[in-house]
């Protein structure tokens, strides 16, 4: 999560929201701030163990601003500060609004299989698997594979 000093305080307070609203985000994702300067005392002075049903109601709702043209975003310093973060050996980095075919997961998992992926084996040590990607019209069902 990229935010400004000014933000970091508000970030670290929607993440524990939806850690505590969304039992799947608790139990699955990992959250990494990324601020460009070191924040003063960012850290809330209490986290929320449990919110109220209307906080998570909100959650679930677009109250997002995009401030894809009003803000700089370290898209590259991002993509690796998760990737060091991440605690598997393949890591996909994909835009927000792409959607993935269906069999992804498992077509790169045959693959890997049949290319030995899995095994200690240095020559795909720093080797990037490109994802095709294809804009279509919202009312286009994804691909299977």
């Not at 929201?17 to 850290?43: D, G, M, R, Y």
């Not at 992804?104 to 095709?132: C, E, S, W």
């Amino acid at each position: 999560v990229y935010a400004e000093e000014k933000d970091v305080h508000e970030a670290l307070w929607k993440i524990a929201h939806l850690q505590s609203c969304f039992q799947i985000f608790k139990e699955n994702v990992t959250f990494s701030i990324v601020s460009p300067v070191p924040a003063k005392s960012i850290t809330p002075s209490s986290i929320p163990t449990s919110v109220e049903d209307n906080i998570c109601n909100f959650l679930r709702e677009e109250h997002v601003q995009n401030y894809a043209f009003t803000q700089r975003y370290p898209n590259n310093l991002l993509r690796n500060v998760a990737r060091r973060a991440s605690s598997t050996e393949f890591v996909i980095v994909i835009d927000i609004d792409m959607m993935p075919s269906e069999n992804l997961r498992q077509d790169f998992l045959l693959f890997a299989t049949q290319k030995g992926l899995f095994k200690k084996n240095h020559i795909y040590d720093k080797t990037a698997f490109v994802v095709p990607a294809f804009e279509a019209k919202d009312n286009i069902e994804p691909p299977l594979h």
